[in-house]
């Protein structure tokens, strides 16, 4: 089955320690995207790739970094996590600008110590 | 820019009851999406309504939009406890806009 997958689904990293999330899909989707979810809110995008095209949000932290090598993987780096970056960490995909059904992966839950 | 709002945040309901749940978005979007999340868990798509009038039904669940009232709204028939969840709407920013707003969610917890 066509899928997100998200790897891994638990990080426990501490204060100060780069960490790095993976995401990979076999939807052949043109967009991906992370998200940043914390307990009892809604996602918060943190930035997307179109194709090799990259766009942050206006808020994104600068401790947060994000990679496509190609179509079909995209890393989530987090150079210097602090104790307010715990948090659920997902990736999405949708087919294109036209359609924007966006299909989530089962996320990474990252603790920071 | 597009602001999603729904109500309401909690929803305690018992069994065998209906509700619905209400999404309102402050500009045009041509598309309204609907989720559900378990605890713990990630986002499951749920219906994506394309068009003013659109109505999408799936089992218990049926989604509407009214483009013209900027309205969304999720109907929960004879609810069951498999259906506790927190449900959200998103729409599009604008057309031809890859993101989504999201609404704050609806926690919905059905009682036996």
Request: net charge neutral; proline share 4%; glycine share 6%.
């Amino acid at each position: 089955d066509a899928m997100v997958i998200q790897n891994p689904r638990y990080q426990v990293t501490q204060f100060g320690k780069p960490v790095t999330l993976s995401c990979s899909q076999t939807l052949n989707h043109n967009v991906m995207y992370w998200y940043q979810q914390k307990s009892s809110q809604a996602p918060k995008l943190l930035f997307h790739y179109y194709d090799k095209d990259f766009n942050n949000e206006a808020d994104t932290p600068d401790n947060f970094q994000s990679r496509r090598p190609n179509t079909s993987f995209c890393f989530l780096d987090i150079r210097s996590p602090g104790l307010g970056d715990a948090a659920m960490y997902l990736c999405a995909t949708s087919r294109s600008r036209t359609y924007n059904e966006q299909f989530f992966g089962p996320g990474t839950r990252l603790t920071v110590l | 820019e597009l602001k999603v709002e729904q109500n309401p945040l909690f929803l305690s309901m018992q069994e065998g009851k209906n509700y619905t749940i209400y999404c309102n978005y402050s500009t045009t979007s041509d598309r309204l999406y609907w989720y559900r999340q378990d605890p713990g868990k990630s986002l499951e798509s749920l219906f994506v309504l394309l068009s003013n009038g659109a109505v999408k039904q799936e089992g218990r669940l049926m989604a509407s939009l009214d483009t013209k009232a900027r309205l969304s709204t999720l109907h929960i028939t004879a609810a069951v406890h498999d259906l506790s969840a927190t449900y959200f709407c998103a729409g599009d920013s604008n057309f031809g806009n890859e993101k989504l707003t999201f609404g704050t969610g609806t926690r919905l917890t059905i009682i036996p």
